[in-house]
């Protein structure tokens, strides 16, 4: 077996030999992963709502992979890892090498038990120090690869090639950039369950008024916007109800005497009065919207002089950073599950070979893509009869999970527009069910945070949550809806009848599928083609 070695006389590491593949291919741990498989009220009611339009639904990616990297190209990038981060490095070095180096699975099981906490450890020293890592420490951070040579030479092509930068805008992100937008003040810290303190000092109270006045600046320009693209919707109608009332017919035999209006024409006339009473209550509420700006960024110049005077920084300090790892520790729990992997660290044993198989920045948009053709109102949410396309913060941890999970649908100070943030594991067994599975709990999280108190009753976790106990079913109710999304999107958008009659009438009616599934699946069955009759009826009785 080839040796890891430690200097201590000037700390420092060297990879002597890769360790041979022989070392790791007949390595089984007894923590992997199992073989089954993951097989205020509402405003608007209904889970699909409205279609919106293409344009703002993702841009598939050109590429799944990029050129090659460089970085393992570097022989010491073991070294280069671990250098400069003091005790812990130490402690790393010991332990991953004789775990590595083991033939015994209670003694693997030892040394696996103590790079948990030293992985989180090397971690937040790194964590400190996010803007000025180098390219192998930040390597480490997104893909938690440590040691190179226990990757198969596939693997190690297959990293090198996924993409690095964020080419697409989507709010999606590997562990190292999310704390990168943290440090810079671009997101804000994830919530916690804080421990109550009987005193907060200044700097803490302007730090959540700032939370609460920009939460409110965002929503209100959510609400701008939206009254604006209305406006614009309108005066393109009005324009081509203006030109069809220039089109006259003429007087038979007559030299260009002009005909009244025709009965079309008249009823153009309607809408045009129709039209023009709706822009002007529009121009009232933009009126309206933007003084209500105006106070609020006047709040927020106050609040920002208070923060000056305070001497609190804009960005946010190193501590906050750590914490926000904390928060990230318990996501990636969450992802791994009680019975997962929770080995932190890149083995080849663990990672598939296809690129396609692992959640990456590109992967996760495409399959994002399908499920929002299936699930149409997954991103829309309704404020003030306004009806936005919400795609939540995505955080890519490099965990083995088979699922990912919803951390929180919204921020707590702003319902309204806020993102939320939902963690994905980048090393999954099927990166499909672990995306789906994620938004699954996204699609509950947020309905049941509407609905408030009323969750029980009304709308889709109501109505759900009405069948699961009417069936006296055993278990969290919310991991049932998970798993009966999962074969909604799955096996029923496909026309295979998996779940129960009542669940599926709950899945098709709000979480309805879009109209061309919808007429494709009533000719596949009698039980879709009774759903389908129904919407019919429900439509005709406006009690949709």
């Not at 919803?406 to 993102?419: H, L, Q, V």
């Amino acid at each position: 077996m080839n040796t890891l070695y430690w200097s201590s006389a000037d700390s420092s590491f060297s990879e002597a030999e890769a360790p041979d593949d022989a070392g790791l291919s007949d390595f089984e741990d007894s923590g992997n992963v199992s073989s089954d498989d993951v097989s205020g009220k509402e405003e608007a009611e209904d889970g699909g709502g409205e279609r919106l339009p293409e344009s703002t639904c993702f841009t598939r990616p050109q590429a799944i992979e990029g050129p090659p990297r460089e970085f393992l190209q570097n022989p010491n990038f073991y070294k280069s890892v671990l250098s400069g981060e003091g005790d812990i490095s130490q402690k790393i070095h010991t332990n991953f090498s004789s775990f590595i180096k083991s033939t015994d699975s209670q003694e693997r099981g030892q040394f696996r038990g103590r790079l948990i906490p030293a992985y989180w450890e090397l971690l937040a020293s790194l964590a400190g120090n996010i803007m000025r890592l180098t390219e192998e420490k930040l390597v480490f951070f997104r893909y938690s690869l440590l040691l190179p040579s226990a990757l198969a030479p596939e693997q190690k092509d297959m990293m090198t090639k996924v993409i690095w930068e964020n080419t697409s805008g989507e709010p999606i992100y590997y562990m190292d950039e999310w704390l990168k937008a943290l440090a810079k003040g671009d997101v804000s810290a994830s919530a916690q369950d804080e421990v109550k303190v009987s005193h907060r000092d200044d700097t803490q109270k302007i730090r959540g008024l700032l939370d609460r006045a920009k939460g409110k600046f965002e929503a209100q320009e959510g609400l701008i916007r939206g009254a604006a693209n209305e406006m614009k919707d309108l005066e393109h109608k009005l324009l081509d109800l203006c030109q069809g009332l220039q089109k006259h017919e003429t007087r038979r035999g007559s030299s260009g005497l002009i005909m009244p209006y025709t009965e079309g024409q008249r009823a153009q006339m309607s809408q045009i009065n129709e039209t023009l009473r709706r822009l002007a209550t529009l121009t009232k509420d933009l009126g309206r919207y933007h003084g209500e700006m105006n106070e609020i960024e006047k709040t927020l110049e106050v609040l920002h002089n208070k923060e000056k005077e305070a001497g609190v920084e804009s960005a946010v300090d190193n501590k906050v950073i750590v914490a926000e790892l904390n928060s990230l520790r318990q996501m990636n729990k969450m992802c791994v599950g009680r019975q997962g992997n929770a080995f932190p660290f890149m083995l080849k044993q663990y990672v598939r070979t296809n690129i396609r198989d692992i959640c990456t920045r590109e992967n996760i948009i495409n399959i994002l893509a399908d499920l929002e053709h299936l699930d149409p109102g997954l991103f829309q949410r309704s404020f003030k009869q306004q009806t936005n396309r919400i795609v939540p913060n995505i955080i890519i941890l490099p965990c083995y999970g088979d699922a990912g999970i919803c951390w929180e649908p919204f921020e707590r100070f702003n319902r309204a527009t806020s993102r939320g943030r939902v963690a994905m594991p980048l090393y999954p067994k099927d990166a499909r069910l672990a995306i789906i599975s994620a938004m699954a709990d996204y699609r509950w999280q947020a309905a049941k945070e509407k609905a408030a108190h009323y969750w029980m009753e009304e709308g889709l976790t109501g109505w759900y949550y009405q069948w699961f106990s009417e069936r006296k079913m055993k278990g969290d109710v919310r991991e049932s809806f998970i798993q009966d999304y999962i074969l909604w999107i799955s096996k029923e958008s496909e026309g295979m009848q998996k779940l129960d009659k009542d669940a599926r009438g709950v899945f098709w009616r709000y979480v309805p599928f879009p109209q061309d599934v919808k007429d494709k699946l009533k000719t596949r069955g009698f039980v879709y083609a009774e759903l389908y009759k129904k919407d019919q009826n429900r439509a005709m009785s406006d009690g949709y």
